[in-house]
């Protein structure tokens, strides 16, 4: 029988890994589950001011009628450049709080959602690609096979996917929004395991708390990015429209 008190030095040094492993990713999960349920509660929150008996109220016109509809949908993809740029030279305590701004900017963003798709094709698209991820991302964290090969393949598939996307806004085809909504669905499907084996990847026990902490972020704000969009593609793919 094994005693813990003769137990090797690199036994014990596997053990220290392993913990501390363990509270870097809970730590990347937290900040994510977090930004989600802000981006969540600013999506309701807008939605609820902006609609009153099945018309846009004064609010809603404001934000979905004016050009200030332009700087909703623009202004997360430029915090999201702007944090990815400046996450070395800033603190991770400001990282965070970045972050968390962005997911509320995303949560006004996909507000409109709401004017489109029915609340109960919302919640559906949500639960089933929270499912997904999940399994996915325990895929990717679990899985001695390395995925380093897949993150090309796919990053090439979601340009790919952008450039049928402006195509079709000039086509205004069914067939072809049907295609892209799933093959988009299994891209970012596949990003969720790749991507949660390199924040796994990333960790090494001799960073100190801000490099820590930063990295954690930084995970976050990736895995965040996986499941916004394979939510969107999902919702395209099985939403009904109001």
Known sequence: MNDN???SSSSAQATQIDLGLRSYMLGVYNHMTTALALTGLMAMGLNFLAISNGALTPIGEIFFLSPLKWVLMLAPLGMVFYLSAKLNSISAEKARNLFYVYAGLMGLSLSSLLLVYTGA???RAFFVTAAAF????LYGYTTKKSLSGLGSFLMMGVFGLIIAQIANIFMASTQLDFIISIVGVLIF???TAY???KIKNMYLAG???EVSGKKSVLGALTLYLDFILMFQFLLMFL????
């Open 189 to 191: 499907a596949g990003l």
């Open 5 to 7: 008190r003769f137990m």
């Open 207 to 209: 960073d100190n708390n």
């Open 239 to 242: 939403g009904n429209r109001e």
């Open 195 to 197: 991507d949660t084996q």
């Open 121 to 123: 094709s919302v919640v």
């Open 134 to 137: 999940a399994a996915l991302s």
